[in-house]
């Protein structure tokens, strides 16, 4: 099945860093979603990508979809505590199950105030 | 409602017992889907339904799971003789009908001892 590599696996970080983290798949996507979870919660949409290249920002987050369709990345800008938690990248199955997604596995965040 | 609810939170069960797991999606959401997370892991899918119909159950891991959707709103996820390797988060999430933008709920731990 279709598989998603998410690098770094982890990052601690200084408060007012940015950071980046990305996401690659030996397969083609043709949506990307961004995701983060809170301890205890459920993963929460950030950012979602629709088109090869695109790119897109919410607030002090900026992602890109890849132009070759098999990878993305996040950016944080000027980070703050709030930030900790686990960043997913997620995107569609490809043919007919385009409802499921596939999740990698997460890149968690710490931010030392 | 103003988003997905699940419950119970946290459930712990001795191996061999039942549990059912429920959830409440948003409001006029067509798409409801199960999901998996085991720790450290990201999200995996287990089924789907578009209103009370369940289109895709591939993802359970054994027909000891079992999840319905009588009435196109509430869904329960059902797990017979509960397993150690049964321990994870269950998270439940709702789509408008044709979007794979998933809501998440908080999810619900489940501990077997």
């Known amino acids: 099945g279709q598989q998603l590599n998410q690098s770094p696996q982890s990052m601690f970080i200084q408060e007012g860093e940015d950071v980046s983290m990305n996401c690659t798949s030996s397969?083609?996507?043709?949506?990307w979603l961004w995701y983060k979870q809170d301890p205890g919660e459920g993963p929460v949409l950030l950012i979602a990508?629709?088109?090869?290249?695109e790119l897109t920002s919410n607030g002090r987050l900026t992602a890109q979809f890849g132009i070759t369709r098999k990878d993305s990345f996040l950016n944080i800008s000027a980070s703050i505590p709030s930030d900790v938690g686990i960043y997913f990248c997620?995107?569609?199955?490809?043919?007919?199950?385009?409802?499921?997604?596939?999740f990698g596995k997460g890149t968690l965040l710490t931010v030392n105030p | 409602g103003a988003g997905v609810s699940q419950s119970p939170r946290y459930k712990v069960a001795k191996r061999g017992q039942d549990v059912a797991l429920r959830c409440d999606p948003i409001?006029?959401?067509?798409?409801l889907f199960w999901y998996q997370q085991a720790l450290g892991q990201g999200p995996e899918f287990l089924t789907y339904?578009?209103?009370?119909?369940?289109?895709?159950k591939s993802g359970l891991p054994s027909d000891r799971f079992f999840a319905e959707r009588p009435e196109g709103s509430v869904s329960t996820l059902k797990i017979q003789r509960t397993q150690q390797e049964d321990s994870a988060v269950y998270l439940c999430?709702?789509?408008?009908?044709?979007?794979?933008?998933?809501?998440f709920g908080a999810g619900s731990r489940l501990t077997v001892l």
């Open positions: 999430a709702s789509s408008l009908a044709g979007a794979n933008v998933l809501t």
């Open positions: 339904f578009q209103n009370e119909a369940q289109l895709d």
């Open positions: 990508l629709y088109k090869a290249g």
């Open positions: 997620a995107g569609p199955n490809s043919g007919g199950s385009n409802y499921k997604l596939t």
């Open positions: 409001s006029g959401h067509v798409s």
């Open positions: 397969s083609i996507f043709n949506t």
